[in-house]
């Protein structure tokens, strides 16, 4: 269902000058079916940059994750563990990582027209036995919600050599919630990608550290009194 909801645009494929091979396959995997799952398709030495980035933080800087946005926002350990820390751009990785997600922005901007308006992310650590339940990123508006709804997640995994024993596992359930569809193994490289209100997900416990990281692009939440982002 979801999926009718994109309007594919082959043909606005030749006039984009993007020639990363991995944006096609994700701009059409989620027009197909809402989520889209690549390996390796992070360069290399962007993920081992990440890594390094993460480890070199204090572990002090990481604060512990929460749900819900702004007034609602709530920190539950029975539903999430892992511990972030938001991404500013603050060294040469950082800033090619945002750059590489701003041109998957525009990509699907122009090929799907979802009109996506800002991109924030964090580093998250899952340290052993740490989850994150099912849920989905974003409900879809209700015409009471105000603000910059997040409309695509973007996640992506900086351990090397992750092992099937290793857990931590991503699984991606069908819309209804009910089918795991597809289990994904956080290894360094592996993109995934798929609509926030759409695809509900759910982090099996780590058995041991797991670095990832995941981002939101979320449409313009300006309103008449209020520009976007809020001050
Ligand atoms: O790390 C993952 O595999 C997914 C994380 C996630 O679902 C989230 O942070 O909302
Ligand atoms: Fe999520």
């Not at 494929?13 to 991995?22: E, M």
């Not at 926002?73 to 040469?92: K, M, S, T």
């Not at 990509?107 to 052993?128: D, M, T, V």
């Amino acid at each position: 269902m979801p999926a009718l909801s994109l309007t594919s645009c082959a043909g606005a494929d030749s006039a984009v000058s993007d020639d990363n091979p991995y944006f096609a396959k994700i701009a059409d995997d989620l027009a197909n079916r809402s989520w889209s799952v690549i390996n390796a398709a992070l360069p290399p030495d962007m993920s081992l940059g990440l890594l390094s980035s993460i480890q070199q933080h204090n572990e002090a800087e990481f604060t512990e994750a929460g749900t819900g946005r702004s007034r609602d926002h709530q920190i539950n350990p029975f539903v999430r563990r892992d511990r972030i820390r938001w991404i500013n751009g603050e060294n040469l990785t950082e800033q090619a990582w945002l750059e590489w997600a701003s041109s998957l922005q525009h990509y699907l901007n122009r090929r799907l027209f979802l009109g996506l308006f800002s991109f924030e992310s964090h580093y998250a650590h899952y340290g052993s036995g740490d989850f994150y339940k099912k849920h989905v990123d974003a409900f879809r508006p209700n015409g009471i919600e105000r603000g910059a709804r997040r409309e695509v997640s973007l996640v992506t995994y900086l351990n090397p050599a992750w092992q099937p024993e290793d857990g931590g596992e991503l699984l991606i359930y069908d819309a209804s919630g009910q089918e795991v569809v597809e289990r994904v193994l956080p290894r360094q490289g592996t993109v995934v990608v798929f609509l926030s209100t759409e695809v509900p997900h759910e982090v099996l416990p780590a058995k041991r550290d797991r670095y990832s990281i995941a981002g939101w692009f979320r449409l313009n939440g300006s309103q008449e009194d209020r520009p976007d982002p809020p001050s």
